[in-house]
């Protein structure tokens, strides 16, 4: 099967399995193909942040299996996951997604410079048309505190793109932006995911958000509880509250 | 502690090193306080000059006021640290209505506190210290029985001394909580402001001014010195004095300079990338904790080198064998003593260099969190931040080193120049070779905590930690 991410009947449970105990991920199956742009999407509390954590190899899980690009990472120890992490995930956060101490373009180059290695003419090249399709271009010797939100999270999404990771994890990416801000960046994710064919996981819990990508997943309880095709935000809507008014 | 300091100081943990600098400098002044009252009841009784009191007097004062000095640079610093990481949260005490000045009052009452609590405890443990110690060689001879005040008249005062510092530096270390806005408690993080042009040209020529004179005077001094002046010791003084406060006005403009360029020995790999750029990331501090170590470095530096150069010479006076064995006794003895009296600075700076850089390495728990989410190995995050103390301390210790050879050998040459060909000049080895051992022990001790520490908390809890 040709999935970079897959997940067979994960669970993670926080807490010592007594009365007090959360489970975060209950049963969770799914596989996400090579390329495209896949939303997993739930209320708080539903287990998105975990899932995120759990693929990303930076939380353990409790019983299941978890691949990323062929590497099971369940049964990878720290320093392991450290190096898959480097060489095949790509990262965007919420908040707080930039090394503060480094200036735009050394943020961009640091997953590189992590690895050891020089960069090729095409990574070279790479990299500055990301810069410049970014807006970057005449920023890259600024230092993340002298940029705006929007500016920032465009320097993470060029720092995620730059090695060509197998995936890229994006965790309420535009939960800090203002609306237009959100849309530039949504933007560029759904057209990272189409035009250069990179595999892009996003967390949120925003269905305008999820309106961007071709699949979305959603998690309710810890449960996969939804897997769609492309939809539109008051499609998305209606679903959530569909989920949440079940609930209550 | 009021809930006020409380809420924009945080845990009384974080007001520990100023509590103990506080002690090791009261505990200093209660033990200098005590041996001074011992020398100067024995000079009486003897019927020597009752100018011996008060010189004995000076000499534990300007001793007392280095610590204090010290201290001081280290209180600044701690506080300055402690307020950096909760910018946020002053930002957010001052969004729900406190206003900037009775926040900060309320720090440097909250620090004041600490300090006084600290400082008395210390001075007291220092006199009983000194006490017990005097009559325990009372009672073996080796001291004669003399009416001694237990209780030492300046002991009081000096305590209030390092209480009235620890307020006065926790007011400038204190500065950050004016610039904290109620906007920030919503935006991201804040940028260190940066010296005001005006005030960095007042800073800039004040510097240059002072080391100028300074190294005029300490030429001079040298100079007279070959002609057996006695002036020539004086003026050394005050060209040390004047050109050491210059470094010490000047320090901002320099030391950040100087740890980036110690810091780009270190390799260009990210962690040492990372560590660099972290050692230099506000030079206020940067500059702080290096100064600190640099004057105590300095200090032992000065008296080992100057005694160093005195051997030296006195080693080619025309003496017989044995004079020329008792005068080095003297000597070695008088530096001995003298380097004892002043290493106490070097460990409270020390103290404040480790308890600055635990604090930093904890403030930066979500940076760390997302290195390692970007792939550093839990190993390149320890090397990183032991870099980071490498490129501090390794800076304090060479300038130090430096300056304390220059002063030390210039005193040397003030003082008996006129009886010796050229320049007087002397390494004092074994003392460098501590000075050394001691960097290493104090990076090792800087970075060993806040690394593992660091490492002990996964990326997920990192990046979810509100520090």
Redesign the interface.
Known sequence: MDSLLSFSSVSKVYGDGGPGAVRALDDVTVAVPRGGFTAVMGPSGSGKSTFMNVAAGLDDVTAGEVHVAGHPLHRLDDRARTLLRREQVGFVFQSFNLVPTLDVRENVLLPFELAGRRLRTDEHAWVEHLLEVLGLGDRVAHRPGELSGGQQQRVAIARALAPRPAVVLADEPTGNLDTRSSREVLGLLRTAAREYGQTIVMVSHDPVAASYADRVLVLADGRLVGDHDAMTPQQIAELLIGFEVGAA | MTTRSALVLGARRELGTVGLVAAMCGFYAGVLLVASETLRVNSESVGDVSAIGLVLGVVASVFIAVAVYVSAVVIVNGVDTVIAGRLKQIALLRLLGADARSLRGAVVRGTTGVAAAGGTAGVLAGVLTGDVTRAALVAADRLPDGGYALLPVLALPAAAVVTLAAAGAAWVGSRAVLRATPAQALS??S?PAPDSPRAGRLRRWLTVALIGSGALVLAGAAVLGESGNAIGFLAAALGAMLSGTGLLVGARLVVPRLVSLVSRLLGT??PS??AA??AV?DPGRTTRSTMGLVIGVTLVTTFAAGFAALRVAAASWDQTAAQAAQTDDILRHTSTIMICLVVVSSAIAAVGFVSTMSLGVIQRT??IG?????????G?VRTMITKESVALSATAVGFGMGLGLAYGALGAQSLVGFQNDGFVWGLPGPVLAGIAVAGVLLVLAASWVPSSRAVAV???EA?RSST
């Open positions: 991201g993080a940028v790999d990210p990338k990372v750029r972290n990331r979500r940076e997302l290195l390692r989410a970007l792939g550093f190995t839990s390149q996964t990326p997920v990046l």
